[in-house]
């Protein structure tokens, strides 16, 4: 084991073993936590079914015939609204959920410390009723999670005791986007953010996609999945990069007034025609809460890496990779 002064140095092929160690954990626990059933999931959707997540609606999925049967089919960008459908589908009752590996392509990305053109996260959704859609329930299973993110912290520092030091407080903060902007309303989003993350280390912070008194949302997030009233990002202060590193995205997602109202907002109301906005309106869809848990990211945050081509095998420009190495980053 190597001495402090060497904290976070892990050779390749050690990084790689504490990954699967770090996961394995972390997996478990979010579903013994949440009550949640692994199920498999599509690598790519038909588009015409509207399952495809549209993010914050401007980015473009990566798309592909099956040139034998004429089928155009789209690479999942999340699996938001798939598992609202798959809920549905496999008989899942109230307050029992699906997690599952969620593997995309986002070839919009801005290459970055923490920003990858393969994306892969735990996706999971759950059932709720239709009177769980409220501030307190939110902050609850927010605060579960939270809890698994604290014992992952401990199992890890535990296996790693000289390489890891603990890095969160004993409970997530709450804000909403609106009280973040009346906190710092001279500053960027991403300046809001680093701030009160900077104080707070742990954030939850509600309410995303909706337009602020400053007259523009905090940041985007497609309309039809998300009740921006009541959902979020869990966001931390990265000690080891000084800076904010959002873990999960996730909240309640739209019954069928809220769906209405963002959709007309957004003015995507074309997007009614296809069959999951159908089957929603029409009560066919249950109601859940659900998101999305970037792995890398964790692996990032709790192994002390300074960039996600650390943790996770991708493409990378040569620039990326030569200042990378010239800061001593192993890059797989």
């Not at 392509?105 to 735990?122: F, G, K, M, N, T």
């Not at 999945?225 to 999960?248: A, C, K, M, R």
């Not at 929603?280 to 869809?285: C, D, I, K, R, V």
Request: aromatic share 10%; with cysteine.
């Amino acid at each position: 084991m190597r001495n402090n002064s060497e904290a976070t140095k892990f050779t390749i092929k050690e990084t790689q073993i504490a990954i699967k160690s770090l996961k394995d954990y972390f997996e478990r626990d979010l579903a013994n936590t949440l009550n949640l059933t692994r199920v498999s999931a599509p690598l790519f959707v038909r588009p015409e079914t509207g399952l495809n997540d549209n993010l914050s609606g401007v980015e473009k999925a990566v798309s592909f015939k099956l040139r034998k049967y004429d089928i155009d089919v789209e690479i999942v960008q999340s699996l938001a609204k798939w598992k609202r459908n798959a809920l549905k589908a496999y008989g899942f009752d109230y307050y029992e959920g699906l997690y599952t590996d969620m593997n995309a392509i986002r070839p919009d990305e801005e290459l970055d410390a923490i920003h990858s053109i393969y994306v892969d996260q735990w996706d999971w959704e759950k059932v709720i009723r239709k009177e769980d859609r409220t501030d307190a329930y939110l902050h609850f299973i927010v605060s579960e999670i939270y809890s698994v993110f604290l014992r992952t912290e401990t199992y890890i520092n535990s296996v790693y005791p000289n390489i890891l030091s603990r890095k969160l407080p004993s409970s997530i903060y709450f804000m909403t986007a609106q009280e973040l902007e009346d906190k710092y309303p001279d500053l960027s989003p991403k300046d809001r953010e680093y701030a009160i993350c900077r104080e707070k280390k742990a954030v939850f912070l509600q309410g995303i996609g909706k337009e602020l008194a400053g007259g523009a949302p905090h940041d985007g997030r497609s309309p039809d999945y998300d009740d921006w009233d009541l959902n979020g990002d869990i966001l931390f202060y990265n000690p080891t990069t000084d800076s904010v590193i959002e873990l999960s995205s996730m909240g309640i997602r739209v019954d069928e007034a809220s769906l209405m109202r963002q959709l007309e907002l957004a003015g995507e109301t074309d997007r009614l025609k296809m069959k999951y906005h159908m089957d929603l309106l029409s009560g066919e869809l249950p109601y859940t809460v659900g998101g999305g848990i970037g792995q890398s990211r964790i692996c990032m945050f709790f192994l002390e890496k300074k960039s996600i081509a650390e943790v996770q095998a991708s493409v990378w420009p040569e620039d990326f990779l030569l200042e990378s190495k010239l800061r001593g980053e192993d890059v797989l």
